[in-house]
């Protein structure tokens, strides 16, 4: 039965993206006539990046979310102008980078829409729309990014399909279900393709999944290996689950990961294990919050670091590590840099056969780690802060952490790494039982409330900017907000960070090396889309998407609970283009 329905639902899907490219089609002879030619993407442009495209989530595949272009900076910076405006037309939270290919820009949405524009005039070229199962829950409603690889756009679905899409007309040209969204996967990440291989990772911690990374051949849709993230029985790590645990034990991959082409291996951030009280799983529950390098080609997994073991306070480690050098006691590291979930900023050292711990400190206020073992990076806890099945406690950061999703970035010339933090806030748990059904949630948290959330008193702000120099491991400087901050953030060459994130609505540029506003600008909702910046024919342009959802808003929910205010951000999902006059 469920089958039928199924194939049923992709015969819909099928036939809806075919009657929709019609349309695209037309609209593409008309729009795209000021663009140059397609330029497919190699493996030789996304490995040698140049500055005028952003083909990949973060901008290369190291994470950095840095740009060289230096047009537009600090001297006239204050005389950026809205050029074009594109609205979505939904609601919910608009989180992915705009993706510019020589022109062509790439936007998904909530709702699985692909919007393909013009970049430098706004105008549409296609929109596909994927019609969604009546019956799917969507804890996360948004999407993160589509990739690019070819002729191809590629989009993970919430309905846990990935969708190769042709970047000139929408057309559908293969589609893979990767799970069943009926036992609680989803999907929001861009996918990240190395070497016409597509991988994606899974959502559905909360809904007692088993999470994985897969792998499809960007060709014809073919999976090619699976690797999951809690081992089976005989499997090493496998003796840190008891019992049967590990069948439903979250440990999800929602986050790009990023890619070092010359130890050839991907690592990838991991979410907590479920339920989200550790009691119910006792042991440290490889590979839960941890990272782990996984080799492209074949999926195996290579070594991992778990930045703290036996979660109980929900805090995925999704991010993807920045791939930095830095500098420690006169050596050069290879290094791996983490501002985790758990509020530590953490760095680590990558090579071929491991991951090794080099140093981690708070960059925000923590009280449940006590000590950290400065050979391994094992903390230890102060276990009355560790809730539990029937045990109440409080814990700061909140349950969204230090830094939550948005993700950092790095600039490579005045060695600084730009977090967005939020301090002062924290949360009380209390774990109940729960038992396992498909496809429901699976957390067994009690609720009380004020929701379980509280601002540490005194406290005169929430949202930060931080920067910190990778090679010291000391803070440069700090700003901060009154709201909560959910901004990711773009560095330039042009000693420019770009952020959005507050509940004000602005989108903002800082001077990178003090941390100074130089300008700002109100769109028309709260901006938790990762913002990107590209040229077309010489000129210098800014791209983000505005639209406040998620948990930003579920956030501004209990701090309007908690303070008693009434602080309220419009929704509706708007793509912003910037440019100097």
């Known amino acids: 039965m469920l089958t039928a329905m199924r194939s049923v639902l992709v015969r819909v899907a099928l036939l809806t993206a075919v009657f929709l490219s019609v349309i695209s089609v037309i609209s593409t002879t008309v729009s795209a006539q000021n663009l140059p030619p397609y330029s497919p993407v190699t493996d030789a442009r996304l490995r040698n990046l140049d500055s005028d495209s952003w083909l990949l989530y973060r901008g290369s595949y190291d994470s950095h979310g840095y740009s060289a272009l230096d047009q537009i900076d600090t001297s006239n910076v204050a005389n950026l102008k809205p050029v074009w405006s594109f609205s979505t037309g939904l609601r919910e939270g608009h989180q992915a980078p705009p993706i510019v290919n020589n022109g062509y820009m790439y936007v998904s949405t909530p709702q699985n829409h692909v919007l393909a524009l013009n970049a430098v005039t706004g105008d549409l070229l296609w929109r596909y729309v994927r019609y969604l199962p009546d019956d799917l829950q969507q804890f996360h409603p948004t999407n993160r990014g589509v990739a690019l690889y070819g002729d191809y756009a590629y989009l993970a679905t919430v309905d846990a399909f990935l969708v190769a899409l042709d970047a000139l007309t929408g057309e559908v040209v293969w589609e893979v279900a990767v799970e069943d969204y009926y036992n609680g996967y989803y999907m929001t990440m861009a996918p990240l393709i190395v070497d016409g291989v597509v991988m994606v990772g899974v959502s559905g911690g909360e809904l007692g999944i088993r999470g994985f990374v ?88 290579k070594n991992h670091h778990q930045y703290h073991w036996n979660d109980s306070w929900d805090w995925d480690e999704v991010s993807a590590p920045l791939l930095i050098d830095y500098e420690r006691e006169g050596d050069t590291v290879k290094g791996l840099v983490h501002p985790g979930r758990n509020g530590y900023l953490w760095f680590l050292e990558r090579s071929a056969d491991k991951i090794s711990f080099v140093d981690a400190k708070p960059y925000v206020y923590q009280d449940v780690f006590t000590s950290i073992d400065p050979i391994t990076g094992r903390p230890e806890y102060d276990m009355t802060k560790k809730p539990g099945t029937g045990y109440e406690a409080s814990f700061c950061p909140s349950l969204w952490g230090g830094k939550d999703w948005p993700p950092a970035a790095f600039d490579p010339n005045s060695r600084l790494l730009f977090i967005p ?119 210098q342009y800014v791209a983000v998407q505005s639209g406040w959802g998620v948990d930003a808003q579920r956030e501004q929910n209990l701090i309007n609970m908690t303070r008693g205010s009434n602080t309220y951000v419009p929704q509706g ?9």
């Open 214 to 301: 897969a792998a499809f051949d960007a060709s014809t849709g073919e999976e090619l290996w699976k690797t999951y993230t809690i081992p089976a029985p005989g499997e090493p790590g496998s003796e840190s689950w008891p019992g049967d645990t590990w069948q439903t034990g979250g440990v999800p991959v929602w986050i790009t990961g990023s890619y070092d082409p010359d130890l050839n291996l991907t690592y990838w951030g991991t979410g907590n294990g479920g339920p989200w009280m550790g009691d119910t799983r006792p042991g440290d529950n490889l590979y839960s919050t941890s990272v782990i390098a996984l080799d492209p080609k074949t999926g195996a997994l």
């Open 421 to 539: 933090a939020n301090e002062n806030v924290c949360s009380t748990m209390v774990g109940e039982e729960i038992e396992y059904s498909p496809g429901r949630a699976y957390m067994g948290r009690g609720t009380s409330d004020d929701g379980g959330f509280f601002v540490r008193e005194g406290a005169d702000h929430i949202g930060e900017l931080q920067a910190w120099n990778v090679d010291t491991g000391e803070r440069a400087w700090t700003k901060t907000f009154e709201s909560h901050n959910w901004g990711p953030i773009l560095a330039t060459a042009g000693d420019l960070v770009f952020m959005g994130g507050t509940n004000d609505r602005k989108f903002r540029a800082f001077d990178s090396k003090s941390g100074e506003i130089l300008w700002e600008y109100p769109t028309n909702s709260g901006v938790i889309g990762v913002p990107v910046t590209f040229t077309v024919s010489g000129k």
């Open 573 to 581: 999902g708007v793509v912003w283009v910037f440019a100097l006059p």
